[in-house]
């Protein structure tokens, strides 16, 4: 039993669910990707408590967080930071950006020039940053969480398809239901958060997130949803590698916080619905709206055989 990991993200689910009402499903889901190391982007319009969730995320683990604006004239050492001659040392100096932190919030991600977008795909990947030939190593608990507007085009530059990949999930939490407002009118919601958790409970959660076990049948049934958006013919880019391995890792979390120490089709089905339709490039021209991928990964999982094998 992964006793650590499901205490931490017990406390952290309980901590924002506190501060953002009626997204139980939302926050499970951000709890897993930032325990197992990825990066969450949020699609979804204005004034649904995206910034409020990653602000409250980084309260709730204590760690150092910053935010960047993201907009047009942004440069990409506004992001990683550059260095400058200091007069008086007379040599060049680093100034750090605001990637060198626990937790970044990249607002309106969308709104960055695809320059400055480039510029977080070293840091998301392999958590450095190079500046002339020198590499700067980020901290181990290093989460990026992005939000984007998906009605507003005008000023924005659609993320392209490398970057997306590196964004183990992407939620669209929506809005609260009626009832959850009527509590958000009447101030039920926690303004605050306090700190449950440090960097070294979410570390020790990772270490044991390696550890839960994955079965043959889980590993075919994961290998034959990759084979499925490949194959598929509404879709003309299918999961990568690297989000087969996010699938897998995001259904391990899931799993533990769960409170098993095995993943099962149901832990890769809620897995899939997050890690997938974001990678996913359709044939239906040049729109490619959230909901029709998320569409066509219904359709996927329901074509796949699901095992029945004891996991």
């Known amino acids: 039993m992964q006793t650590k990991l499901k205490e931490t993200a017990a406390r952290l689910q309980k901590n924002l669910n506190a501060a953002i009402l009626g997204k139980e499903d939302a ?24 910034t409020t969730l990653a602000r409250s995320l980084a309260a709730s683990v204590g760690e150092e967080s910053s935010r960047i604006q993201f907009t047009p004239d942004l440069l990409p050492s506004d992001v990683t930071g550059l260095r400058w001659y200091n007069q008086k040392t007379q040599d060049f100096s680093f100034r750090r950006g605001p990637v060198f932190t626990g937790i970044l919030l990249a607002d309106e991600i969308n709104r960055g020039t695809p320059r400055v977008q480039s510029a977080l795909l070293e840091c998301m990947a392999e958590r450095q940053v ?61 303004h605050s958060t306090e700190q449950v958790c440090d960097g070294q ?31 598929d013919n509404g879709i003309q880019l299918g999961l990568s590698t ?54 066509a990964v219904q359709r996927i999982l329901g074509s796949v055989p699901v095992p029945t094998e004891q996991c």
């Open 27 to 50: 926050i499970e889901l951000v709890a897993a990707a930032f325990l197992c190391g990825g990066h969450v982007l949020l699609d979804d319009v204005p004034g649904t408590g995206k």
């Open 130 to 190: 190079t500046i002339d030939g020198e590499s700067y190593p980020l901290r181990d608990t290093f989460f990026v969480i992005a939000t984007q507007n998906p009605v507003e085009t005008a000023g924005t530059y659609p993320l392209p398809e490398a970057q997306l990949d590196r964004f183990l999930i992407c939620l669209r939490p929506g809005r609260p239901s009626k009832a959850d407002e009527r509590r958000i009118l009447y101030g039920e919601h926690r």
């Open 201 to 231: 409970d979410v570390l020790a959660a990772r270490e044991e997130i390696g550890q839960i076990r994955v079965s043959e049948p889980i590993v075919s049934y994961l290998l034959s949803i990759a084979e499925a958006t490949r194959q």
């Open 242 to 295: 690297r989000g087969l391995l996010g699938l897998q890792q995001c259904a391990r979390a899931l799993a533990g916080i769960r409170g098993r120490d095995f993943v099962i089709p149901e832990d890769v089905q809620t897995a899939a619905a997050a890690v997938i339709p974001h990678r996913l490039l359709l044939r239906s021209g040049a729109l490619q709206p959230l909901e029709a991928r998320r569409e």
